[in-house]
């Protein structure tokens, strides 16, 4: 019998997040890893009488891709397209049992895919199928939290499995006051960075495209970012950890970056096109349920009392912005003496809101 939290999740997934009908057909992609999971979502897509498809990946074999495709093979995503149009829904199960598999492959061949997808990802990112995206708890991702494989089932579950139309109500307050506001300041360590929101709508997200979810966030006016931000807490992005993100803007461009690890993976990484040196996204955390990070970007930005940015690619139905073919999260903490105003009014001091 399966883990009840297990299929609790799956029924958010299928139920709460894309809200599957009978004839959907629902694309549901993980790794083997992820097993215990993808069959849940299964179970509970055919339950509702629509059509299941799966994708599940081996382990090693991205790696195998990176080291063997050459350019026209790095570049060719029809299958991909194909899939996504041809689907109604999305369900992307992140999990597997090695994080660091892509470690030492060269950061450019995973640049120029990441190009080659872009088309895909934005078709996702504006809407055009249903989609989703968790995290199956396995042994790699409790030893990157630090923790033993039981106690991060618990992290994972208590984060994911949240009653998402109360936390919903919870963030409504907070976004209508940014709604109200231009500017966005962000002061703490190291840090004097104010972001534009002029004329822009907060998205409230609650359990519709990630799970675990609690956040609102903006898509900037990218052209007038100003100051200087020092980003604490390590992430992995294409499996690669980077840690000690230094970044400064100009005139909304990113003019000075360093990492005290991952320096030249941060710099493929910017270098990507003209679009991954400004903002695609301004993230406020409202999760007060998740109080670490883990090194998993799913988790980390919805840490209550934290704020992330996103280099790169806006996302469309949060308002016109910035284009690139990376959309990169990093998170910044304010639970220890950070402090964020509102057109000079402050709102928050350590993580905790002043109104």
């Known amino acids: 019998m399966a883990d009840p939290r297990i299929a609790k999740l799956a029924d958010i997934l299928v139920n709460h997040s894309i809200k599957v009908k009978s004839g959907d057909k629902i694309l549901i992609v993980g790794d083997a890893a992820t097993?215990?999971?993808?069959?849940?979502?299964?179970?509970k897509v055919l339950?509702?009488?629509?059509?299941?498809?799966?994708?599940i990946g081996l382990a090693e074999l991205e790696k195998i891709f990176y080291d063997e495709a050459g350019?026209?093979?790095?570049?060719?995503?029809?299958?991909?397209?194909?899939?996504?149009?041809?689907?109604?829904?999305?369900?992307?199960?992140?999990?597997?049992?090695?994080?660091?598999v892509l470690s030492h492959v060269d950061p450019a061949r995973i640049a120029r895919r990441r190009k080659a997808t872009a088309p895909q990802?934005?078709?996702?990112?504006?809407?055009g199928l249903r989609w989703v995206i968790t995290l199956f708890p396995t042994?790699?991702?409790?030893?990157?939290?630090?923790?033993?494989?039981?106690?991060?089932?618990?992290?994972?579950?208590?984060?994911t499995n949240a009653d998402y139309a109360a936390l919903e109500k919870e963030m409504q307050h907070a976004a209508e006051l940014f709604n109200k506001a231009s500017k966005v300041r962000i002061v703490a360590n190291e840090t004097d960075l104010t972001v534009?929101?002029?004329?822009?709508?907060?998205?409230?997200?609650?359990?519709?495209?990630?799970?675990?979810?609690g956040e609102f966030y903006f898509t900037p006016n990218h052209l007038k970012t100003e100051g200087y931000i020092y980003f604490e807490w390590p992430t992995l992005f294409n499996e690669q950890e980077i840690a000690g993100i230094r970044l400064t803007f100009k005139e909304g461009k990113i003019v000075d970056y360093s990492a005290e690890k991952g320096q030249e993976f941060l710099a493929s990484a910017l270098n990507t096109d003209?679009?991954?040196?400004?903002?695609?996204?301004?993230?406020?955390?409202?999760?007060?349920?998740?109080?670490?990070?883990?090194?998993?970007?799913?988790?980390?930005?919805?840490?209550?009392?934290?704020?992330?940015?996103?280099?790169?690619r806006a996302v469309d139905y949060a308002g016109k912005g910035n284009d690139s073919a990376i959309h990169w999260d990093m998170v910044k903490s304010l639970q220890r003496g950070g402090e964020l105003y509102l057109d000079d009014v402050l709102v928050q001091r350590g993580g905790k809101w002043l109104f």
Request: with cysteine.
């Open 35 to 43: 097993g215990p999971l993808v069959k849940e979502v299964y179970r």
């Open 47 to 55: 339950q509702c009488g629509a059509l299941p498809l799966t994708q």
């Open 71 to 100: 350019d026209d093979q790095l570049a060719n995503v029809d299958h991909i397209d194909w899939l996504y149009r041809y689907a109604d829904g999305y369900i992307r199960i992140l999990g597997s049992d090695n994080t660091k």
């Open 121 to 127: 990802m934005q078709y996702l990112m504006s809407g």
């Open 139 to 159: 042994n790699s991702q409790a030893q990157e939290a630090d923790m033993s494989l039981e106690e991060y089932e618990d992290f994972v579950y208590s984060a």
């Open 196 to 213: 534009d929101i002029e004329e822009r709508r907060a998205v409230i997200s609650a359990g519709e495209h990630n799970i675990p979810d």
């Open 274 to 312: 003209k679009g991954a040196r400004y903002l695609g996204e301004l993230g406020i955390g409202m999760n007060f349920g998740i109080r670490q990070p883990t090194k998993n970007i799913l988790f980390d930005e919805k840490i209550g009392g934290s704020v992330h940015l996103a280099v790169g």
